[in-house]
Structure formats: structure tokens, C-alpha cells
């Protein structure tokens, strides 16, 4: 969460690569440095482990800050989800 600059309770877009599911969520924060990503509730119904997802959250942007505006992309390790 760090990494991505998404704080515990917001809200994310989950789109699951592998089988086209789209859903709303927010995040919970887990254990520190474990590279897990975790779906509760409905959402782990439309998730499987090995899915490839994209975990997109939002902001509000006034109209001279958004002409700046970098996103913050993140890739993990694809073997063990770290960072390095």
C-alpha cells in the first residue's frame, strides 16, 4: 500500500485480468513487507489465486494539478510480489 499510496479504507477498482471481473472495494491494510494481496468477502468470489489484477484507485484533481499529475505505477515481482 505504500508503494502505491493507497491508504487503508479507500476505495479501489479491482479488473481481473484472466476472466474480465470488474469490482469495487476498498483496501484493508495487511502484514507489512508480505507481498500478499488479499480479496474478502463477495470480492474473493471473483478472484482466484494466480489471477493477474489491476488495482486502480482515484483522485480529485483540480484542473492545474491534473495538467501535471504523474501516477503512481506499480510492478511487482510476478514469482513473489515483491517490489525489488
Known sequence: MEASNIIEGEKVSIVNINNGERLETYAIKGNRN??????????????????????ISYG???????????PTLVFPNELDNSLT
Open 34 to 55: 508480505s507481498g500478499d494481496i488479499t480479496l474478502n468477502g463477495p470480492a474473493a468470489r471473483r478472484v482466484q489465486k494466480g489471477d493477474i489484477i489491476i488495482i
Open 60 to 70: 480529485i484533481l483540480d484542473f492545474e494539478e491534473a495538467k501535471t499529475f504523474k
